[in-house]
């Protein structure tokens, strides 16, 4: 996920994740859930930043 993250932070790129894992859904900004073939749900959220890397020194 951090590599998709940077991506799209780096690039401005559009990234979907299909995923059934709460965990990663969560590190999301927006969320739509479908189910049998229609769409649920459609929201927004603010997306949980993962920490950032640790900088190298030297």
Do not use: Q, W, Y
């Not at 996920?1 to 590190?27: Q, S």
């Not at 929201?43 to 030297?58: F, K, L, N, T, V």
């Amino acid at each position: 996920m951090d590599i998709i993250g940077n991506a799209h932070r780096e690039f401005g790129t559009a990234v979907i994740v299909v995923t059934h894992d709460e965990d990663v859904a969560a590190l999301c900004s927006r969320r739509v859930e479908i189910s049998d073939g229609r769409i649920r749900s459609d929201s927004r959220m603010a997306a949980i930043s993962a920490p950032a890397p640790a900088s190298r020194i030297g």
